[in-house]
């Protein structure tokens, strides 16, 4: 095929992102976005947020020196790990960030050292059946715990702000966050009745999109959401921190056959990415990328291996497809997000090139 980019390579549409973030700031009006930085840390892409509007979730010192190096002020700026080295916490001092997440004791000491006075946001765990990936195990304090917490906060000489909850990401059902802003409601009432007025609601990410199985209509997830956020916060600031919604169906992955070999009746198609590069999101972010083989023929049962030398880097073992030879290409649609994030240089391997374009300009057919 000609005029194709030179492979792997992850085609990203800035069109695509902008109208994810307008759905999202249409959907949710008054809430400000703050792009998680973790979904998809290429700078490309991460100047293509700022340049919408959106702040910036980071959690590592490498994330927050994206935001410098786009002159984010710190008000643009949260810094959401859980649990931080005291170096980190300096960094973010230095920045001025908005926000800075704890959950336990130690840790709210630990910032108190670095930081006196730092704005801080308790994180809460949520109970979620409906999520694919569960970010409430490793952190979050019970909200039982809470108001103990925030007092301890308050004591150590922080501002305690208020709350911030994630769902968990690719959350297929709306119901969690109903349920958590009730849960957050409650909370803010006891804080006020301790004299503590919480200012500041972190509703986290979580935003479904669509792999090989279709989700909710956004609009029609989103709204609800807001409804709960007018009825339970009408005066209260409150922020997001989206990652796979504004990136994951923005970019398709382009890849290129380059060996076929017939194995135990299957036709096996070598192609030039895998699982230790933009497909670690099979393993570690559970999402299942619909394929577009660009070529038509009656479908037969194949096997995509990735490029390494190790077994284990099977990217699907049943995959109907026309009859394709090296040199042929594939297409993987929904891999903006916790994919090349995860890549490695296994093997020596080059992780995906990224490009970032107005449009799609390949016509897919769809397997
Ligand atoms: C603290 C935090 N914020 C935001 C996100 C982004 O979540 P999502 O991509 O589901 O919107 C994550 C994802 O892991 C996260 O851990």
Redesign the pocket.
């Known amino acids: 095929m000609k005029g194709l980019p030179e492979t792997p390579v992850l085609i990203c549409s800035r069109r695509k992102i902008r109208e994810k973030f307008e759905v999202l700031s249409r959907c949710l009006p008054g809430v400000q976005h703050f792009y998680?930085a973790?979904?998809n840390f290429h700078p490309k892409i991460i100047r293509e947020v700022v340049s919408l509007g959106m702040g910036l979730?980071v959690?590592s010192p490498g994330e927050l020196s994206l935001a410098r190096e786009n002159s984010l002020p710190g008000e643009k700026v949260i810094y959401?790990?859980p649990i931080k080295k005291e170096e980190e916490i300096a960094l973010a001092r230095e920045h001025g960030v908005k926000a800075l997440?704890f959950d336990n004791p130690h840790e709210a000491k630990k910032i108190a050292r670095v930081w006196k006075g730092a704005p801080v946001l308790l994180r809460i765990k949520v109970e979620n059946p409906f999520c694919v990936?569960n970010?409430s195990e490793k952190f979050g304090a019970a909200p039982d715990d809470a108001k103990e917490l925030l007092l301890l906060a308050k004591d150590l000489g922080l501002e305690v702000r208020g709350i911030a909850f994630?769902v968990?990401?690719?959350?297929t059902n709306p119901s969690p966050y109903f349920e958590t802003l009730k849960i957050v409601r409650r909370l803010f009432n006891i804080m006020a009745g301790e004299g503590l007025h919480l200012d500041l609601l972190d509703i986290?990410?979580?935003?479904p999109i669509a792999y090989r199985q279709p989700v909710m209509a956004a609009e029609s997830f989103l709204k609800p959401i807001r409804a709960t956020l007018e009825n339970y916060f009408p005066s209260t600031e409150i922020i997001s921190?989206?990652?796979?919604?504004i990136v994951?169906d923005a970019c398709y992955l382009l890849t290129k056959i380059v060996g076929k070999a017939r194995r135990k009746g299957m036709i096996w198609y070598y192609i030039d990415d895998g699982l230790y590069g933009s497909f670690s999101g099979k393993v570690y972010d559970h999402a299942d990328y619909p394929i577009h083989p660009l070529k038509e023929g009656e479908r037969k049962p194949s096997v995509i291996a990735g490029p390494t030398c190790d077994s284990f880097d099977v990217v699907y073992r049943e995959a109907y497809l026309p009859e394709m030879e090296p040199g042929d290409y594939m297409v993987f649609k929904s891999m903006g997000?916790?994919t090349l994030a995860s890549a490695s240089n296994f093997n020596g391997l080059e992780k995906p090139r990224l490009i970032i374009q107005e449009e799609e300009e390949i016509e897919f057919q769809i397997l």
């Open positions: 998680a973790k979904a979730d959690s959401t790990q997440i990936v970010l994630h968990g990401s690719q959350t986290g990410g979580g935003f921190e989206p990652g796979r919604f994951g997000a916790y």
